[in-house]
T-cell receptor
Framework: GNSVTQMEGPVTLSEEAFLTINCTYT??????LFWYVQYPGEGLQLLLK?????DKGSNKGFEATYRKETTSFHLEKGSVQVSDSAVYFC????????????FGGGTRVLVKP | EPEVTQTPSHQVTQMGQEVILRCVPI?????FYWYRQILGQKVEFLVS????????KSEIFDDQFSVERPDGSNFTLKIRSTKLEDSAMYFC????????????FGPGTRLTVT
């Protein structure tokens, strides 16, 4: 079956620090990969996506590259802000397994001024 | 920007009672989903709905659960007889025909069963 593993948090950083959140997956077939973000008190927002190997998804300064050889989709941001404090979820959809998203456990990120 | 909305934001109910969670998906979307997140655990898929019928459901989605699209805008999740372990955040999501794998989520309904 499908599964997503991401690093446990919380991750605490200072403003302008570099952020990496590791995500690896196992999937049936050829998955599409996603990062969702959940700000305090809000729902899940699609942050970025990649649908094939070597694709790079990017949004709001965040990037993640679909690495088929290492089955990874690590999230990075070069200089975080306090407003990036949130929970980040890595997820995948495998077309061989329908339209359902399979989520990782989430990583809480806290950025301090 | 269009968004998925959910009501209520928080629902408290007694064990054994029926609850209905409501969602208004993005207006031109055709695929609808429910997920849940028990506190401290992963977000889990419950059910997907397309063309007025369930297209897929998880093992969590047993006979106590049902979904309905009663009109052109609402999408509901009903739990017939709630159990303590149904306490969770319930998220509705929708996706469009052109990008069925790009799901947009609502803010969630926190269900507390006492």
């Amino acid at each position: 079956g499908n599964s997503v593993t991401q690093m446990e948090g919380p991750v605490t950083l200072s403003e302008e620090a570099f952020l990496t959140i590791n995500c690896t997956y196992t999937a049936t077939g050829y998955p599409s990969l996603f990062w969702y973000v959940q700000y305090p008190g809000e729902g899940l927002q699609l942050l970025l996506k990649a649908t094939k190997a070597d694709d790079k998804g990017s949004n709001k300064g965040f990037e993640a590259t679909y690495r088929k050889e290492t089955t990874s989709f690590h999230l990075e941001k070069g200089s975080v802000q306090v407003s990036d404090s949130a929970v980040y979820f890595c997820a995948l959809i495998s077309r061989a397994a329908g339209n359902k998203l399979t989520f990782g456990g989430g990583t809480r990120v806290l950025v301090k001024p | 920007e269009p968004e998925v909305t959910q009501t209520p934001s928080h629902q408290v109910t007694q064990m054994g009672q029926e609850v209905i969670l409501r969602c208004v998906p993005i207006s031109n979307h055709l695929y609808f989903y429910w997920y849940r997140q028990i506190l401290g655990q992963k977000v889990e898929f419950l059910v997907s709905f397309y063309n007025n019928e369930i297209s897929e459901k998880s093992e969590i989605f047993d006979d106590q659960f049902s979904v309905e699209r009663p009109d052109g805008s609402n999408f509901t999740l009903k739990i017939r007889s709630t159990k303590l372990e149904d306490s969770a955040m319930y998220f509705c999501a929708s996706s469009g025909n052109g990008q069925p794998y790009e799901q947009y989520f609502g803010p969630g309904t926190r269900l507390t069963v006492t």
